[in-house]
């Protein structure tokens, strides 16, 4: 079976996608066949066809559609030990689930579901973690006008606690951020953290992961 690689980070604006095409040159260099699966192909590759038409009908997903189409893609791969799924920002779904409405025993329920299907493929989360009130300042500045007010206010909508838009943004990310880490650890899955995303340059992130990713793909 294929690796599956996710990269998650903590919030915006932490270098998950520039990450995620670092590691995509850097495992085909390696010899790695690499489907490097973008996050807004969610929307457009029609392996994700079935998630697709839920998010346009209903603005969810059921969680036996994420469950079956995630396993059609990771077996659709084929045994090759040496070929990697590389997801930027979607797998394992954690704030997705959040932002639809699951709640925690569910969003648990999704990960126990992807462990028995995938049987014995490899899964790797490369999380990106960081101070997340900074990261978000970070991506104030790196996003367009008015983004920021957008997406705390999109956090917000699916917070039930009460506060400012930033303060309900920042709970709801430190939420999905220990629920990630929680079910990850749980299901032993192999986490590869580098702490600090906020603070280090691209080029250090990258020398990071590839240190720690390194060491873990020779043990295959």
């Known amino acids: ?57 209903r603005e969810s997903v059921a969680l036996e559609t994420l469950v079956v189409t995630v396993t059609d893609v990771v077996t659709a791969a084929g045994d090759d030990e040496q070929a990697v799924l590389l997801f930027d920002s979607l797998f394992p779904f954690v704030s997705s689930l959040a932002q639809w409405g699951y709640g925690k025993h569910r969003i648990a329920g999704f990960f126990d579901e992807i462990v028995a299907r995938l049987g014995d493929t490899r899964i790797i989360v490369v999380y990106l973690d960081a101070d997340i009130d900074q990261a978000l300042r970070n991506a104030e500045l790196r996003e367009p006008p008015g983004w920021l007010e957008w997406y705390l206010d999109d956090l917000a909508h699916s917070s039930p606690a009460t506060g400012t838009p930033r303060e309900l943004a920042v709970d709801r990310l430190a939420q999905d951020r220990e629920l990630t880490l929680q079910l990850v650890d749980e299901r032993r899955w192999i986490l590869l953290r580098v702490p600090n995303c906020d603070l280090l340059s691209v080029d250090q992130v990258f020398a990071r992961a590839c240190d720690e990713l390194e060491t873990v793909l020779a043990q295959a």
């Open 1 to 57: 079976m294929p690796v599956l690689l996710a990269v998650v980070g903590a919030a915006p604006a932490v270098g998950k996608s520039t990450l995620t095409r670092a590691l995509r040159d850097w495992l085909r260099d390696r010899g790695h066949d690499v489907d490097h699966v973008e996050e807004d192909e969610i929307l457009t590759r029609p392996a994700f066809a079935p998630l697709a038409r839920e998010l346009a009908v």
